[in-house]
């Protein structure tokens, strides 16, 4: 069964369109650090950095993969990754689960924006064929 559900997961992964695979991307961010959250509630430190460090990892992954030529949002995304990451750091020094939720709230609020951009229907553009005579005259 769990070599079943790898291989949904990769056909998913491979088969999503790049919106789709951001919002992939912070639902595994939400899921780690409710992980993480939970091994702190049980004082399980290690666990928690675990969990903390999968956290970490797609922040980089989602502050690396920005196209800083996109200008301002791009640069306010790359300073809200990095406030992010600063609030998984401190939750990590200072087992702070309240640190874990102010990140997650800043990335729920995220993802909620990308699945909305995700699941939008493109635009239809119209096709056109070739232009067959032109009244140049009127």
Same mark, same amino acid.
């Given at each position: 069964m769990l070599t079943e559900l790898r291989q949904y997961q990769t056909h998913t992964a491979q088969t999503a369109t790049p919106g789709q695979l951001v919002v992939m991307l912070y639902d595994g961010f939400l899921r780690f650090a409710a992980q993480a959250r939970a091994a702190l509630g049980?004082?399980?430190?290690?666990?928690?950095g675990v969990r903390l460090t999968k956290a970490q990892a797609?922040?980089? /992954? &989602? *502050? !690396?993969?920005?196209?800083?030529?996109?200008?301002?949002?791009?640069?306010?995304?790359?300073?809200?990754?990095?406030?992010?990451?600063?609030?998984?750091?401190?939750?990590?020094l200072d087992r702070d689960v309240a640190e874990i939720d102010e990140a997650v709230r800043?990335?729920? /609020? &995220? *993802? !909620?924006?990308?699945?909305?951009?995700?699941?939008?229907?493109?635009?239809?553009?119209?096709?056109?064929g070739p232009v067959l005579g032109v009244n140049l005259a009127g």
């Open positions: 049980r004082d399980d430190v290690g666990e928690a797609i922040v980089t /992954e &989602l *502050r !690396a993969t920005l196209d800083m030529t996109q200008g301002e949002v791009a640069e306010n995304l790359a300073s809200l990754y990095g406030y992010v990451g600063e609030r998984l750091t401190a939750a990590r800043h990335m729920a /609020e &995220l *993802r !909620a924006a990308w699945a909305q951009i995700a699941s939008s229907p493109k635009p239809q553009t119209q096709r056109r």
